[in-house]
């Protein structure tokens, strides 16, 4: 079965860093591009950003270029989405999701509450 | 960048009913549209890519169509396990994504 499990909730201050895992299982995860998703509190869903494991090509949404960095470790089958300084406005919900043109399958979700 | 609009925002719907939500592309993409649902709570699902494919296990009362600029789903016989807000997705090849803003389906 194809899985994507990603890393529990977190709660952090202002200005603090963060780095979220995905964890992908049951397929060849050097040949899937995973995805970054964005949910705030009652709102849709935001593309971030896509890697490619095999080579770590990376790409950005404009709207989060130079505010997270996406990487990937591929001997151990794990994306990353990472923060160098958290703002209260990166409350939300962040998903994973393999693929480069429909999304499937999902991550659970990782909840980030950013608050002083 | 490619600008997704999609209408309506909400609509109530009784079991049954014939539910339809439509997107449209800012620019022509082909058949790069895929269609999500995603329960309160819970991760978004696919269920249609490519415009038209039904995704494996998916029940066949949902369906996508259109090209170029404008995209249909629709389902065709609304069930109370179908109230959750639906999503469209564009992508092109260079890896580039935008979301609809989303449709609150509810029971009425």
């Known amino acids: 079965e194809v899985e994507l499990v990603q890393s529990g909730a977190e709660v952090k201050k202002p200005g603090e860093s963060l780095k979220i895992s995905c964890k992908g299982s049951g397929y060849s995860f050097t040949s899937y591009w995973i995805g970054w998703v964005r949910q705030m509190p009652g709102k849709g869903l935001e593309w971030m950003g896509i890697?490619?494991?095999?080579?770590?090509?990376?790409r950005y949404s404009p709207s989060f270029q130079g505010q997270v960095t996406i990487s990937a470790d591929k001997s151990i089958n794990t994306a990353y989405l990472q923060w160098s300084s958290l703002k209260a406005s990166d409350t939300a919900m962040y998903y994973c999701a393999r693929g480069a043109g429909p999304f499937d399958p999902w991550g659970q979700g990782t909840l980030v509450t950013v608050s002083s | 960048d490619i600008q997704m609009t999609q209408s309506p925002s909400s609509l109530s719907a009784s079991v049954g009913d014939r539910v339809t939500i439509t997107c449209q592309a800012s620019?022509?993409?082909?058949?790069?549209v895929n269609w999500y649902q995603q329960k309160p709570g819970k991760a978004p699902k696919l269920l249609i890519y490519d415009a038209s494919n039904l995704q494996t296990g998916v029940p066949s009362r949902f369906s996508g169509s259109g090209s170029g600029t404008d995209f249909t789903f629709t389902i065709s016989s609304l069930q109370a396990e179908d109230i959750a807000t639906y999503y469209c997705?564009?992508?092109?090849?260079?890896?580039?994504?935008?979301f609809g803003p989303g449709t609150k389906v509810d029971m009425k």
């Open positions: 997705q564009q992508y092109d090849n260079l890896r580039l994504f935008t």
């Open positions: 890697i490619y494991p095999g080579d770590s090509d990376t």
């Open positions: 620019q022509d993409i082909s058949n790069y």
